[in-house]
């Protein structure tokens, strides 16, 4: 497709199931985001890759959270043992380069019981 | 630490009346600055950005922005709304030598006809 895909779109855990969140970026896109939002709020950086090397997992908020891209195309976002804290829509962004515009998805939203 | 504020949570105007929208950043040096809409359900879309040059910032959707440098304001104004416009508005501010994103928590703009 045209834009950066997410899947799924909505997801509901039973706390301390493990999820992983699928996004795939623009073909071509070098560098991929992913952004965490929680109701009512803007979206909070977690973790940047440039191709399949992740340069930045500052905002990871445990180590539950893990995030990969191993061809430098297709990403996931795993947690585990998951929380009800960690309900939130989590988008992924990708860019052709740096400092250029990026591409957000739709979204998936995680609901955590 | 760089961070951006919008005071206003909640705005509502009449259709075809004018729009202010008010962003301020935090960051030790000339930062990019974007703003982004998003509507219910949707990703986030790209309005405008400025990263050099002229102050004011011509976007979509007839949207445009002035970096104030003394102010550390990055204001988004549209001189006539239309109810389409209806949407949560996001100013984020980026580092020069990363590509991540630190939004702000977004105002939701509400028209009436």
């Known amino acids: 497709g045209a834009g950066v895909s997410q899947s799924p779109r909505y997801k509901v855990a039973k706390r301390g199931q493990d999820v992983a969140l699928r996004c795939d970026p623009i073909?071509?896109?070098?560098?991929l985001f992913w952004y965490q939002q929680a109701l009512g709020q803007g979206p909070e950086f977690l973790t940047y890759?440039?191709?399949?090397?992740?340069?930045?997992k500052s905002g990871l908020p445990s180590d539950r959270f893990f995030a990969e891209r191993p061809e430098g195309s297709v990403s996931t976002l795993k947690i585990q043992r998951t929380q009800q804290e960690d309900s939130a829509v989590y988008l992924c962004?990708?860019?052709?380069?740096?400092?250029?515009?990026?591409?957000f998805g739709q979204g998936t939203r995680l609901t955590v019981v | 630490a760089q961070s951006v504020t919008q005071p206003d949570i909640h705005i509502t105007v009449s259709e075809g009346a004018s729009l202010e929208l008010r962003c301020n950043y935090s960051?030790?040096?000339?930062?990019?600055l974007f703003w982004y809409v998003q509507s219910p359900g949707q990703g986030l879309q790209l309005l405008l950005k400025?990263?050099?040059?002229?102050?004011l910032v011509q976007g979509i959707k007839g949207f445009e922005a002035e970096f104030k440098r003394s102010q550390s304001s990055f204001n988004l104004r549209k001189p006539s709304v239309h109810w389409s416009d209806a949407a949560e508005y996001f100013c984020?501010?980026?580092?020069?030598?990363?590509?991540?994103?630190?939004f702000g928590t977004g105002t939701r703009l509400q028209v009436f006809p």
């Open positions: 962004a990708s860019s052709l380069a740096r400092n250029t515009e990026a591409f």
């Open positions: 073909s071509g896109h070098v560098s």
């Open positions: 890759f440039q191709n399949e090397a992740q340069l930045d």
């Open positions: 960051y030790g040096a000339t930062p990019y």
């Open positions: 400025y990263f050099s040059g002229d102050t």
């Open positions: 984020a501010v980026g580092a020069r030598n990363t590509d991540k994103l630190i």
